[in-house]
C-alpha cells in the first residue's frame, strides 16, 4: 500500500521545478547571458505561473484534474496520461481547461502540451516500428522517463526564415555552411550528433528537455526527431523581445505583470544525443506533414481544447463589461455579445464532438475526431480578431482612459476626487478601471496582440487546416444520394 507522499514521487513541487531549472543552459536576452532563467525578468514570470500548476499536482488539492494513477499505481501529471477511452478525453479536457484559465489561455505551450508528442508518438509506434525499428521501442521508454521526471518539455522543428537554413531554400548538394539546414552530422551506436537552428522554440528557454526535428526533411541524414535537455552542451537559446510587463503593478496590468512564455530560436552546435533519446532518424517519410498531423493530433486538440476556454473567458469578460457599464438593456449591445458567446458555443460543441467521434489508432491510443478538430480550429481562427474587437468596442472611452490608482485618489473639482467622475451606478472607479486594465492586457496590449498571431502561426496552419477537412470529410451518404438523384452513375 503507497501512503500518500510516496505515491507522489514522480510529480514535482513549484520549488523543485524551479530548481530542475538553474543548470548550465545557454539563454541569451539581448545580447546578455541569463544566470538564472527563474529569477530573469524575461523568463522568471512564465516559469512561476507553471510552477503553480507543478504545486497543485504535488499537493493533491486538484488530484481528479491534474493527475491521473499509472498502471504501477503511482500518480503522474495527467499531461501524459495516453486516453484509451472517451472518459480519459474528457478527463484531460477538464484538465486543459483548468490549466489554460490559469493564463487566459496565452501559453500556447504549457506543461502539457508538447507532452502530449511523448503520447502520440506512442499512437502510431506500430507505424514507427515498421518505418525505424532501430529507434521505435525508445518512444514508450522515454513517455515513461518523461513522465516519470515530471518534465515540461518545449519544441522546436520549424525552420528559421532565412534561405540558407530552410529545407527547399537551397540546392540538396551544397555543402555546409552554405546549406545549413538541421542534419546528423555523424551517427555511431552511442547516438548521433546535430548541428542546425531551429524555431520557433516556444517556452524552450523555460523548460526541462526539447523536442527537436524537421518536417518535410530533404534528404536521410536531415531527418530525425529527438528530445534534448535544453543545458546539452552545444545549445545556445536566443530569446525574442518580451512583451509582458513583469515591473508593472497587478492593479494596472493585472495579466501582463505575470509574464509570459518566451519563443526563442535554438541553436544546435554539434550537439550529441544519445541513442535513447531518438525516436526516429534516417527516414523522410516519418517527417512528412501527413504523418506529423497524425501523431500529433492529440496536441492539436489540446489547441482546440485551449480556445474554448479562451472562447468562454471571453464571453465572461463582455458579460461583466456590460454589467459595469449598465449597457445589458441595449439591444445592439446584445446583438455585439451574441458574436463572442456563438464562438464559446460552437468551440465547446466542438470539442464534445471531437471526443463523441474519437478513433482507436494503430497503437490503441484513443485520438480525437479529426474532422471536428479541424474545423473547431478554423472557425476559431476565424472569429478571434472579431471577438477581439468586439471586447475593444464594448468598452468605449474606458479602454483608452486607464489611470493608476493615485491618480484616481486625487483631487478635481466640485470638492470631489478624480475618482467621482468615473464612478458607474454598479461599481466604483477603481474597479472599473481595474476591469478596463484587464481587458486592455486580454484585447488590445502588444501581449494580445502577440497571443493572436501565435494562434494564427502555430502548429497546422489554416490553409492545411482547410485542405484537411476537404480530403477527410464522409462524403459517402451525401454523395451517393445526390448521384442517384440526377442519375450520375457511383464513383
Keep these: 500500500m503507497l ?27 539581448q545580447g546578455q547571458v541569463v544566470e538564472d532563467v527563474t529569477t530573469h525578468f524575461s523568463t522568471a514570470g512564465g516559469i512561476s505561473q507553471v510552477a503553480e500548476i507543478y504545486e497543485e499536482q504535488f499537493s493533491g488539492e486538484h488530484d481528479d ?42 501559453h500556447c505551450r504549457n506543461l502539457d502540451m508538447i507532452a502530449s508528442f511523448t503520447v502520440g508518438m506512442m499512437g502510431y509506434l506500430p507505424t514507427f516500428r515498421k518505418k525505424c525499428p532501430e529507434y521505435a521501442e525508445n518512444i514508450t521508454e522515454y513517455h515513461d522517463y518523461a513522465e516519470r521526471n515530471s518534465l515540461y518539455l518545449s519544441e522546436t522543428i520549424v525552420d528559421p526564415q532565412g534561405y540558407r537554413a530552410r529545407t527547399h531554400g537551397t540546392d540538396l548538394n551544397l ?60 545549445v545556445k537559446i536566443f530569446c525574442r523581445e518580451i512583451v509582458s510587463q513583469p515591473h508593472a503593478s497587478a492593479y494596472d496590468h493585472p495579466l501582463i505583470s505575470k509574464g509570459e512564455e518566451a519563443e526563442a530560436m535554438v541553436v544546435f552546435d554539434n550537439v550529441f544525443i544519445p541513442r535513447w533519446r531518438i525516436m526516429a532518424a534516417n527516414v523522410p517519410e516519418l517527417a512528412s506533414a501527413g504523418f ?11 489547441t482546440l481544447v485551449r480556445l474554448e476556454t479562451k472562447a468562454d473567458l471571453y464571453a465572461g469578460l463582455a458579460k461583466v463589461i456590460m454589467e459595469v457599464l449598465g449597457l445589458e438593456g441595449i439591444a445592439v449591445v446584445r446583438q455585439r455579445v451574441s458574436e463572442i458567446v456563438q464562438l464559446a458555443e460552437i468551440l465547446k ?17 484513443l485520438l480525437p475526431g479529426p474532422n471536428a478538430l479541424a474545423a473547431g480550429r478554423v472557425f476559431a481562427m476565424e472569429k478571434l480578431p472579431r471577438v477581439l474587437h468586439l471586447l475593444r468596442e464594448l468598452c468605449g472611452q474606458g479602454l483608452i482612459l486607464r489611470f493608476n490608482e493615485k491618480d484616481l485618489a486625487a483631487d478635481a473639482t466640485f470638492g470631489q476626487k478624480f475618482s467621482w467622475f468615473l464612478d458607474t451606478q454598479s461599481v466604483g472607479a477603481r474597479e472599473k478601471n481595474l476591469l478596463m486594465n484587464l481587458v486592455w492586457d486580454v484585447a488590445a496590449s502588444e501581449h494580445s496582440t502577440r497571443a493572436l498571431v501565435f494562434e494564427e502561426q502555430h502548429a497546422l496552419s489554416e490553409p492545411l487546416l482547410r485542405d484537411n477537412l476537404v480530403l477527410d470529410y464522409d462524403y459517402r451518404e451525401s454523395t451517393s444520394l445526390i448521384r442517384r438523384l440526377v442519375g450520375l452513375n457511383a464513383k
Excluded at 493527475?67 to 486516453?83: E, F, H, I, K, Q
Excluded at 546528423?184 to 523555460?206: D, L, R
Excluded at 460543441?349 to 491510443?365: F, L, Q
Aim: charged content about 20%.
Design 292 to 302: 506529423f498531423s497524425l501523431w500529433t493530433s492529440y496536441s492539436h486538440w489540446y
Design 65 to 106: 484534474i491534474l493527475t491521473y494513477v499509472r498502471p504501477d499505481g503511482y500518480l503522474a501529471s495527467s499531461a501524459y496520461m495516453p486516453p484509451r477511452n472517451k472518459e480519459d478525453l474528457a478527463s484531460r479536457r477538464r484538465a486543459i481547461m483548468y490549466v489554460s484559465q490559469k493564463t487566459w489561455g496565452t
Design 3 to 29: 501512503d500518500f507522499q510516496n505515491k507522489r514521487k514522480y510529480l514535482k513541487s513549484a520549488e523543485s521545478f524551479k530548481a530542475s531549472l538553474r543548470d548550465n543552459r545557454t539563454v541569451i536576452y
Design 175 to 234: 555543402p555546409p555552411p552554405d546549406r545549413a539546414v538541421m542534419r546528423i552530422n555523424k551517427q555511431n551506436a552511442e547516438g548521433i550528433w546535430i548541428s542546425g537552428v531551429k524555431g520557433v522554440g516556444t517556452a524552450a528557454p523555460q523548460s526541462n528537455e526539447i523536442f527537436v526535428g524537421s518536417l518535410f526533411p530533404a534528404a536521410p541524414e536531415e531527418s530525425f526527431w529527438a528530445y534534448v535537455p535544453v543545458d546539452a552542451p552545444g
Design 349 to 365: 460543441g466542438m470539442c464534445i464532438a471531437s471526443i463523441e467521434t474519437a478513433e482507436m489508432s494503430d497503437g490503441d491510443i
